[in-house]
């Protein structure tokens, strides 16, 4: 199983990114995929998940409504618009494959993102 990441960086508040994650290595159209992200000194936070069809779409709290998930399965590719970017927003991104507690999914070295004027 191979998700690289990428698309992060350094942002001003009130900024968008847009992460990308290529997958490999399984069956990605049926595999149910999501964002976690960590903020320095914190534990594993899910943001956003997506069903394998593209429908059903789940947003944290902390991020609804300014962030969208969205997926290419002809191209085993996930993707992540986040708009209107805060501090909080800090973090590195990483894609992750299937359900389960955060720490035991597969995911890659991720994306940095960071937010600060």
């Known amino acids: 199983v191979q998700l690289q990441a990428s698309g992060g960086g350094l942002v001003q508040p009130g900024g968008s990114l847009r992460l990308s994650c290529s997958a490999s290595g399984f069956t990605f159209d049926t595999t149910y995929m999501s964002w976690i992200r960590q903020a320095p000194g914190k534990g594993l936070e899910l943001v956003s998940s997506?069903?394998?069809?593209?429908?059903?779409?789940y947003y944290s709290a902390s991020v609804k409504g300014r962030f969208t998930i969205s997926r290419h399965n002809a191209m085993n590719t996930l993707y992540l618009q986040m708009d209107s970017l805060k501090s909080d927003d800090t973090a590195r991104y990483y894609c992750?494959?299937?359900?389960?507690?955060?720490?035991?999914?597969?995911r890659g070295q991720g994306t940095l993102v960071t937010v600060s004027s």
């Open positions: 992750t494959k299937g359900t389960g507690p955060l720490a035991t999914r597969a």
């Open positions: 997506i069903s394998a069809d593209g429908h059903y779409p």
